[in-house]
């Protein structure tokens, strides 16, 4: 039996080659905390800096949602598609946070609640691949489920301040984003010991 060298990357039960996820999510997971740190020191942001920030972080996790598409597996046949159309609408919603800036902050919170509740189900869904082991997937129904919670909580309180919206979701994107890095370095540490 051979050993493949480290270059080569693992392979699936299937003989499907299975990207590498972990430099992706770490990358997404310090975005998301800059991102949050960035937002509580600056709590008096305007909105259009506010609904630059959030729709440049949901265009990167949307777009990096639909690459990872391909790491879904066949089985069962509707994940596949729910990732890439869950990564599809995130990107949407963050492009009219970036196209519209000015638009009032109801629906630049609502299209902000929108995209972190799809986030929050493709993370979920992910958690699911054939691949991951427990404790990966562990940590991606957490980032999902505090993305689904956070997508809700804004979705339900869109009009308090500015204030209250750039810090919580501050706050909120600090946690998103140290979960998804420890997932990220859970999945990698998973790839790594097959």
């Known amino acids: 039996m051979t050993t493949p060298s480290p270059s080569v990357p693992p392979r699936s039960a299937g003989g499907m080659a299975m990207p590498t996820i972990g430099p992706a999510g770490i990358g997404m997971g310090v975005l998301s905390i800059l991102i949050g740190i960035l937002l509580l020191a600056w709590p008096g ?12 972080q949901l265009i990167v996790l949307g777009a990096l949602r639909i690459a990872l598409s391909s790491a879904a597996p066949a089985d069962p046949s509707w994940l596949k598609p729910l990732v890439i159309v ?4 995130t990107v949407i919603a963050g492009i009219f946070c970036l196209v519209r800036p000015s638009t009032s902050l109801l629906v630049i919170a609502i299209f902000l609640a929108i995209g972190w509740i799809f986030e929050g189900i493709a993370a979920v869904a992910q958690a699911f691949m ?62 790594s010991a097959r």
Do not use: H, K, N, W
């Open 86 to 89: 869950m990564g599809v609408l």
């Open 45 to 56: 942001a305007t909105l259009l800096v506010v609904a630059v920030l959030f729709g440049i």
């Open 130 to 191: 054939a691949d991951r082991s427990v404790g990966a997937r562990i940590f991606f129904i957490i980032s999902g489920i505090v993305s689904v919670v956070a997508g809700l909580v804004v979705a339900i309180f869109p009009q308090d301040s500015l204030v209250l919206l750039t810090r919580f979701g501050g706050i909120l994107l600090i946690i998103i984003g140290i979960a998804e890095v420890v997932a990220a370095f859970m999945a990698r540490r998973t790839t």
